[in-house]
């Protein structure tokens, strides 16, 4: 029973243009949700992450949505830069707990 | 200042052998959370302290797992009697609990454990 999903194992997007990821949850309990950029033989470096009291948050190119009744999530990215391909991971938490991951998304910014 | 390390960074064991995996969180952090990432896949729990206190380790899939952090900051994730399906990428993460209800966790690089 897979509670984080990520139905997308890749996007290719062109450079300046806005990448746009995807997360569904099942779980009621998450109440914090977190964004993750991983490079192959590293640790997922964390992006940017949003509480269930908001519905956005925005940091620099980087703003990721909440739309808690469709208990879904999104990371856009604006604009797509060559340095941003990488897989993205979303997470969900409960109370601090710890994180329930997606199985990724493979983000390639064509130049 | 340092962020999670990790060592060793990989290791090869033999079926059989006993390993153990090193984390060293960020000085002051609270929380620290073990986990485990297959191929392809995206980390899986395995095991949550508080300081000293281990409260959750529903995940650890066989009690082969054992894991301590006994002064509450470097914690151990210690794997008997390997076997080839433990072979994984195990992650270590920190973290405080920000007054605003914020939990980011951060990561270590990992060790990729391979059982031969």
């Known amino acids: 029973d897979q509670q984080v999903k990520q139905n997308s194992p890749s996007l290719s997007v062109q450079e300046g243009r806005i990448s746009i990821l995807n997360c569904d949850y099942t779980?009621?309990?998450?109440?914090?949700f977190l964004w993750y950029k991983k490079y192959p033989a590293e640790g997922p470096t964390f992006l940017i992450s949003i509480s269930s009291i908001k519905d956005k948050n925005e940091d620099g190119r980087f703003t990721v949505f909440l739309n808690k009744s469709a208990k879904h999530l999104s990371l856009h990215i604006v604009p797509s830069q060559p340095g941003d391909s990488a897989v993205y991971f979303c997470a969900a938490s409960p109370f601090g707990r710890q994180l329930t991951f997606g199985s990724g998304t493979q983000l390639t910014v064509l130049p | 200042g340092a962020g999670v390390s990790q060592s060793p960074r990989y290791k090869v064991a033999k079926r059989g052998q006993d390993v153990a995996l090193r984390c060293d969180p960020i000085?002051?952090?609270?929380?620290l959370f073990w986990y485990q990432q297959a191929l392809g896949q995206g980390p899986e729990f395995l095991t949550y302290?508080?300081?000293?206190?281990?409260?959750?380790k529903s995940g650890l899939p066989s009690d082969r797992f054992f894991a301590e952090r006994p002064e509450g900051s470097v914690s151990t994730l210690k794997i008997q009697r390997t076997q080839q399906e433990d072979s994984a990428v195990y992650l270590c993460?920190?973290?405080?609990?920000?007054?605003?209800?914020?939990?980011?966790?951060?990561f270590g690089p990992g060790t990729r454990l391979t059982v031969t």
């Open positions: 993460a920190s973290s405080q609990i920000g007054l605003a209800g914020d939990y980011e966790q951060y």
């Open positions: 302290f508080q300081n000293e206190a281990q409260l959750d």
């Open positions: 000085s002051g952090h609270v929380s």
């Open positions: 779980n009621s309990m998450f109440d914090y």
